[in-house]
Every structure is written in structure tokens, then in C-alpha cells.
């Protein structure tokens, strides 16, 4: 099942922030880090949430739980590049058949795993320490979104979960009706692809129905909204955002002034 709750502290001095300042802090530190390819930049990047991973307020075993599925992403990226990268230059480190590894392949794979984790950390911890409805009442009255646009990305924040719900009940059902593919690994990615276009489907079909029900309830009227809960954006927040990118640009200097620093371009 899919967790999206806020799982912080909420008396946490950076858990505390105005949702919008959170999120425009975490783009404006990973961003920056996009314009390398060495590792130590975004190295220096992960330290830096680790080290702030308190001040937010969660626990590094949280952390770990919800962001896990970069593990396999990172093991993607490095199969991929030992697989098929084209710069083979630098010594030898493992040379078995097609499968060759030298220097240059490996400090590349370590750049981009690095660079992964660095970049999509922050988002994990961002939601991990916001709530989505004070994310979108941001959003209308700190960044000026549509509510339109907000509330429908609450909507769909809010099924999100769901989706792992489904999927369980669809493979047990299947299961019930005797469609298993056992140990065939081709049987298995059929089954797959064909649970996950059924996963697709309904996924339309409640979106559809949730789209209807919302515009029957008003929230495509035009008209302008009152506000419930307000968020307020203070000096703080703006402190937040600074900080922020002021340690990215310091995490890019540091790789400039060590003479590691590999422009993306160029």
C-alpha cells in the first residue's frame, strides 16, 4: 500500500514551514545540481539533507521506507551504463566477455546514482513532511495556482493510495480464478502488463467519475473561492528558500574549486 501521509514531527522547525517555501526550497537544491555529472557535488548535496533530516523532523528509518524505490532505480542506472556506455576510456577494473568496466564508466555510474538520490531526496521529504490539503491551500493563496488546478491535484493525491489497493485485489482475484504464470518469466510479464492495464483502466474510470462529481458540486463555477485555513508565508519561509539555494550553489563550488566539476553540456 502506497503511504503518502506527513510522518514528521509537526513541532519540528522545518516541518513548520509554509508547504509552498518547502517545495520551491527543495527545487531551487536540486535543480542546481543537474548541471554536473561529477559525484562530488551531488555527494555533498545528500550530507546536506542528511545532515538537516532532523530539523524536518522524520527519522532516517522513515526516510529509508519511502524512499527505497530509488535503491532499484540507482541498480537501473548502473546495469544500464555497465551495459551499454559508450565512453570506455580509463583502466580496465573488470573486463569479462562483453561486459567491460573501466574507470571512466565507473565514476559516470556513480555521478548519476548520486545525482538521483540528490535531486529526489528533498521531494521525499518535502511530502513526507507536508500535508496535501495545506499543499494546495499554498498553492492557491502563496503561489497563485489555479484552484482548479490545486484541487484537483489534491483529489488525485488523495486516490493515489488506492492504487496499491487495487492492485493487490485485482492479482488476488486473478489468483482466485486460477490465472497464475507460475515460474515462466515470459507468462509473468504478460500477467503483469495485462494487471496493470487493468489497473489503468479503472484509474480512468474514477477519475472521470471524481471529475463529474466535482463539477456538480461547483469547483469548475469560476467563482472565486473562500479561503478556510490560512498559510502564511513569513520570514522564515523566505529564509528557507535562501538557505536552500545558497548551499546548492556552495555544493557546486566546493566541486568547481576541487577541479571536479563535469558540465552536463559542453
Known amino acids: ?43 555533498i548535496a545528500i550530507a546536506i539533507e542528511l545532515a538537516v533530516l532532523p530539523l524536518f523532523g522524520v527519522r532516517y528509518r522513515v526516510l529509508f ?24 576510456s580509463g583502466r580496465v577494473l573488470l573486463d ?12 559516470t555510474a556513480l555521478g548519476l546514482v548520486l545525482r538521483l538520490f540528490a535531486v529526489a531526496l528533498p521531494g521525499v521529504i518535502v511530502f513526507a513532511t507536508t500535508d496535501p490539503t495545506d499543499l494546495a491551500d499554498a498553492l492557491v493563496q502563496n503561489a497563485r495556482a489555479p484552484a482548479r488546478f490545486a484541487i484537483g ?35 509473468k510479464l504478460r500477467l503483469f502488463v495485462s494487471t496493470a492495464f487493468t489497473l489503468l483502466v479503472g484509474a480512468i474510470r474514477r477519475g472521470t467519475r471524481l471529475a463529474v462529481a466535482m463539477d456538480a458540486r461547483g469547483f469548475d463555477a469560476g467563482v472565486p473561492r473562500t479561503v478556510a485555513r490560512r ?9 528557507l528558500v535562501v538557505a536552500a539555494t545558497a548551499l546548492a550553489v556552495a555544493a557546486l563550488g566546493v566541486s568547481v574549486a576541487l577541479g571536479t566539476f563535469r558540465p552536463l553540456i559542453g
Request: no cysteine.
Open 1 to 43: 500500500m502506497i503511504d503518502l501521509e506527513p510522518v514528521a514531527r509537526p513541532d519540528a522547525p522545518l516541518a513548520r514551514r509554509n508547504p509552498v517555501a518547502k517545495l520551491a526550497a527543495a527545487l531551487l537544491f536540486a535543480v542546481p545540481l543537474l548541471a554536473t555529472l561529477d559525484p562530488v557535488a551531488p555527494a
Open 65 to 88: 521506507r519511502r524512499a527505497w524505490p530509488l535503491l532499484a532505480a540507482a541498480g537501473g542506472v548502473l546495469v544500464t551504463l555497465v551495459l551499454f556506455a559508450a565512453d570506455r
Open 96 to 107: 569479462a566477455g562483453p561486459v567491460v568496466v573501466t574507470s571512466t564508466v565507473l565514476l
Open 153 to 187: 491535484a489534491l483529489a488525485a493525491f488523495r486516490l493515489l493510495p488506492l492504487l496499491g489497493q487495487e492492485w493487490q485485489t485485482i492479482v488476488m482475484a486473478r489468483r482466485a480464478r486460477g490465472v497464475e504464470a507460475g515460474r515462466n518469466p515470459v507468462a
Open 231 to 239: 498559510q502564511h508565508f513569513g520570514a522564515a519561509d523566505w529564509l
